[in-house]
C-alpha cells in the first residue's frame, strides 16, 4: 500500500496579453504561456491548497491533516451525519 496522496493546488494568478481588437485568444495561448512561465520564475503567482485525491481509495478530502486511510473521507462522514439526523 503506497503512503503518498496528491495534494491539489491551483493557479490564482492572471496574466494578460495585449493584442489588437479582434484577435483570435486561441492564437495568443502561447504568448500567455510564457508569460505565465515567466511569471513563476519571478516567484509572482499565487498557488492555492484545494484538496487531496487518495489514488487508492478514490477519496477527495480537504481536511489534509486529520485525513487518514483508516476513516472514511470528510464528505462521507458528513453524509452519514445527516442521514442519521434525518433517520434514512
Given at each position: 500500500?503506497?503512503?503518498?496522496?496528491?495534494?491539489?493546488?491551483?493557479l490564482d494568478s492572471i496574466v494578460a496579453v495585449d493584442a489588437p481588437i479582434g484577435t483570435d485568444p486561441d492564437t495568443l495561448i502561447e504568448q500567455a504561456k510564457q508569460k505565465l512561465i515567466q511569471r513563476i520564475l519571478e516567484d509572482d503567482c499565487t498557488m492555492v491548497f484545494?484538496?487531496?485525491?487518495?489514488?487508492?481509495?478514490g477519496a477527495y478530502d480537504e481536511d489534509w491533516e486529520n485525513y487518514s486511510r483508516?476513516?472514511?473521507p470528510?464528505?462521507?462522514?458528513?453524509?452519514?451525519?445527516?442521514?442519521?439526523?434525518?433517520?434514512e
Open positions: 500500500m503506497n503512503k503518498n496522496i496528491s495534494y491539489d493546488f491551483s484545494e484538496n487531496i485525491f487518495d489514488g487508492e481509495t483508516n476513516f472514511r470528510l464528505w462521507q462522514r458528513e453524509m452519514q451525519a445527516k442521514r442519521t439526523s434525518t433517520g
